[in-house]
């Protein structure tokens, strides 16, 4: 296999452990692996080089691509490119690929979930009750039972799935793409309706939870009139992408009670306002943006692109290229590449 030049685009000092170290250890080794000094010129860096490893997709310039004529791969390390000027790397034929929703489907499942059982039992008001010596409340309830609405039935919402089927929640969701009957049955899910139907599904569902790309047709797609459609009571979960919320629609829908409650891993600017009255609602829990920050994300990732270093390498194309529309991963047998405990499979005893 040839030895190429690989560039990494490394983030924050404070976050080299563990990202970093993993991009080391799985590419340093086989390939020639330098690390970009943004306190140096861009087009001596660039040259020879022939793929570039860009932490999350927000690293990466105009100013970058204008450089990079001979690189043969751009490979985000992450999922999301709505932060990236993918249109302009394209522009200048630079392939772009990045990391399936695979790699970090398991932590953004847990962490949905764990909203889920936060707001059902109170949690803000528990915490504040027992620093406060008021004991046995407040009154929970149980998710067993009740509907959970996936609005998106990619890798995360299959993993959401197949964990409500162990609290005997019943699971419906919503997706533009054809199910079938055996993959319904393997996670759990009892109808997946088409876009058509978002409607619908909103007004059935305890808790709906969404797992959708940003594009500009997914703005905002959780708008005012679609928050009012949702049952009253509910709750929402977002692990996904702040935009695709109206947050001053769900704030005014959280302060009226129609919706109980809502469970945040990402808004619309970040870091959102201290002043946002999302932080300071006692019916909202919420995380600066680390649904998919673990370990296992960061060697997953990290092992990804090992693999689309070595396809480009062995004259192959990479996995995970961007399509035109900017929000569809391209990907072949990922489950097929990955190591056995990668997390791209939703259990081992689940395989047949």
Not at 90 to 117: Q, W, Y
Not at 264 to 289: G, I, K, R, Y
Request: hydrophobic content about 40%.
């Amino acid at each position: 296999m040839k030895r190429l030049n690989v560039l990494f685009l490394p983030p924050a000092p404070s976050l080299a452990h563990p990202w970093q170290d993993d991009v080391v250890r799985t590419i340093g080794e086989k390939h020639h692996l330098l690390m970009f000094d943004a306190a140096q010129p861009l087009e001596p860096q660039f040259r020879d080089i022939q793929v570039v490893i860009d932490f999350g997709g927000s690293i990466g310039t105009r100013a970058m691509a204008d450089v990079a004529g001979p690189v043969l791969l751009w490979q985000v390390l992450g999922n999301g490119i709505d932060h990236f000027d993918l249109e302009y790397f394209r522009s200048k034929k630079i392939r772009v690929a990045n990391c399936p929703g695979e790699n970090t489907a398991i932590p953004l499942a847990e962490m949905a979930f764990m909203f889920m059982l936060q707001l059902s039992r109170g949690w803000r008001e528990s915490e504040r009750n027992l620093r406060q010596g008021v004991m046995y409340k407040p009154l929970g309830t149980e998710l067993a039972g009740r509907t959970l609405g996936l609005l998106g039935f990619g890798a995360t919402g299959r993993q959401l799935a197949y964990r409500a089927r162990a609290f005997d929640m019943r699971v419906i969701a919503v997706d533009k793409r054809q199910v079938s009957a055996a993959e319904k049955r393997r996670f759990g899910v009892s109808r997946v309706l088409g876009p058509e139907s978002l409607e619908t599904m909103l007004g059935e569902c305890d808790y709906v939870s969404v797992h959708l790309h940003l594009t500009p047709e997914t703005r905002h797609i959780l708008n005012a009139q679609r928050l009012a459609v949702m049952k009253r009571g509910s709750f929402l979960i977002n692990v996904s992408r702040g935009a695709l919320v109206d947050e001053r629609a769900l704030v005014d829908a959280l302060a009226s009670g129609h919706l109980a409650g809502a469970g945040l891993d990402t808004f619309s600017e970040e870091p959102p306002s201290p002043q946002s009255p999302l932080l300071t609602m006692d019916n909202v829990m919420a995380t600066p943006h680390i649904a998919g920050l673990t370990s296992g994300t960061s060697r997953r990732r990290a092992e990804f692109a090992a693999i689309n270093v070595n396809r480009v390498a062995e004259g192959l194309d990479p996995l995970g290229l961007i399509d035109t529309r900017a929000d569809i991963a391209v990907f072949n047998s990922l489950s097929d590449l990955l190591p056995p405990d990668s997390g791209s499979r939703p259990n081992r005893s689940d395989q047949g």
